[in-house]
């Protein structure tokens, strides 16, 4: 039940990201490093991911390395959003943003890995 709590608080979190990043694009500026944004073991959803809780036969599964894997996209994604956003490369950062832009796509996957998860957790 705890895995199903942290995947829900995962999904939302990562969801907010997409508001975080537009403010980032309109304002040029983020409270966060690039550098921080970039590794995936700093969010709590990424502590919680590489800590000790999951167990070996958790970590085994192809559902749990999927998310493994696309949250470590994600957020090598969203670092790439906001270090255009930071450059004056604003385009470019929106056109990642967009529908079947680079962060939008990956964010989705992430999100029906993570959904996907959850219903083999129960």
């Known amino acids: 039940m705890a895995k199903i709590k942290e995947i829900d608080k995962a999904i939302?979190?990562?969801?907010?990201?997409?508001?975080?990043?537009?403010?980032?694009?309109?304002?040029?500026?983020?409270?966060?490093?690039?550098?921080?944004?970039?590794?995936?073991?700093?969010?709590?959803?990424?502590?919680?991911?590489?800590?000790?809780?999951?167990?070996?036969?958790?970590?085994?599964?192809?559902?749990?390395?999927?998310?493994?894997?696309?949250?470590?996209?994600?957020?090598q994604t969203a670092s790439r959003v906001v270090e255009l956003a930071l450059t004056g490369r604003k385009s470019e950062a929106e056109t990642m943003m967009v529908s079947g832009g680079e962060y939008a796509v990956i964010s989705d996957q992430l999100t029906r890995a993570m959904t996907e998860w959850k219903k083999t957790s129960k």
């Open 12 to 75: 939302g979190a990562h969801a907010m990201w997409k508001s975080r990043l537009k403010m980032t694009i309109e304002s040029s500026k983020i409270d966060t490093p690039v550098e921080t944004i970039r590794r995936d073991d700093q969010c709590d959803f990424g502590k919680w991911l590489h800590g000790p809780t999951l167990t070996a036969s958790d970590r085994a599964t192809k559902q749990c390395q999927a998310v493994v894997d696309l949250h470590a996209r994600f957020h």
